[in-house]
């Protein structure tokens, strides 16, 4: 029997991740500075009251190992709107707006050309935003920085923070079975298991194409089908958040279809099942690859570490289903329903005319115990 090539043996191993956010507990200790209010606990995070009519949301981001792939294809430019991507897709669960973006950038060393390409994402997906980037920071630390081609090391985080009102607030606290769960076309992997991907496709680590190549299914060279960034939902969600009640917002990024049992925590006796997947080619070849060189990647892999054509999805009551659609579409997503709220406490993928139960759940996360 072949192995089975995991997320976790190509080194993001989601089960110690768990076990170490259980540190981060330690941060209720600062909660009693929060002078204007009660820190209110989301599914996806905490949002904090500025005045009695307004709450911020403050997130960070790191672009991770996309930007090897960045300094593999030679091509910066569009790494930063990954980055920006990553932290108001994160933002807009809560129903924020977002407000401003601060960047910080440790790099081997800060070439002048090199910032400019950098830059040029970081606005490019600023202005998608409507979002303001009043700082950042470029720090050069060549003894910490390595890099695929010398001089082009970097690693790139993003920070940005937010306003909601508080009739505004995405709580995902009151979702019932039945519910309707609409999925948000991704632009393909987006950042998330870059890890398992590129170890799987490209020679350098260990796969089977030089960055340049057009394998069968794709109509462009590998390097850019990964290198693709993220797209920006921050447009149509807070335009549906203005014609429709929202029950709740994911953002299916890293531990992908995992992501929603979070949802669950907050609302006992609830899951999900989900029957409508249209992946890009650049998934099958990932898990058609894998065969050839490192073992079979499941499809409960997959559906644990990759979007699989879904980059963000909203619950609303199936009654208004339709017209959340519309909304969607009339802004510019591709907009479908992926599932539906179901009341067993299980996550189940039907997919290829099988039925997958993602088996372990990120944490014994719950409301009550933040």
Request: glycine share 8%.
């Amino acid at each position: 029997m072949p192995k089975r090539f995991t997320y976790a043996k190509a080194g993001v191993d989601r089960e110690v991740r768990a076990k170490s956010k259980k540190a981060l507990a330690l941060l209720k200790r600062t909660y009693k500075f929060s002078r204007l209010g009660k820190i209110v606990k989301l599914p996806y995070g905490n949002i904090f009251p500025l005045n009695r009519d307004l709450y911020l949301d403050l997130v960070i981001e790191g672009v991770g190992t996309k930007v090897l792939v960045a300094q593999l294809a030679n091509k910066y430019d569009t790494i930063g709107i990954d980055g920006i991507a990553l932290a108001v897709n994160d933002l807009i669960r809560s129903g924020a707006k977002p407000l401003a973006i601060a960047d910080n950038i440790h790099a081997q060393v800060s070439d002048p050309a090199l910032v400019r390409e950098w830059m040029k994402g970081i606005v490019k997906g600023s202005v998608e935003a409507e979002c303001v980037v009043p700082s950042g920071e470029i720090g050069d630390v060549p003894e910490i920085i390595r890099s695929l081609v010398e001089g082009k090391g970097f690693d790139m985080v993003v920070a940005s923070i937010g306003a909601v009102p508080p009739e505004k607030i995405i709580f995902g606290d009151n979702v019932k079975p039945g519910d309707a769960v609409i999925g948000l076309r991704s632009s393909g992997i987006h950042s998330n298991g870059v890890s398992l991907a590129r170890k799987v496709l490209f020679k350098r680590w260990g796969g089977i194409y030089d960055p340049m190549e057009v394998p069968d299914g794709l109509n462009r060279e590998i390097v850019y089908e990964v290198l693709e960034p993220m797209r920006i939902y921050v447009k149509p969600l807070l335009r549906l958040a203005k014609n429709c009640e929202i029950k709740g917002a994911v953002h299916i990024t890293g531990d992908a279809y995992l992501k929603f049992d979070r949802l669950m925590a907050f609302n006992k006796g609830i899951g999900f099942e989900f029957d409508n997947f249209k992946p890009q080619p650049i998934f099958k070849l990932i898990q058609e690859t894998a065969r050839q060189v490192k073992g079979v990647i499941s499809d409960e892999e997959m559906f644990k570490t990759f979007n699989m054509g879904w980059g963000f999805a909203v619950l609303v009551d199936n009654s208004i289903r339709d017209e959340a659609i519309g909304v969607l579409q009339i802004n510019g997503s591709e907009a479908e329903q992926i599932g539906r709220v179901i009341d067993s406490e299980k996550i189940v993928i039907k997919y290829r005319e099988k039925k997958i139960v993602l088996s372990k759940y990120l944490t014994s996360f719950s409301k009550f115990n933040i």
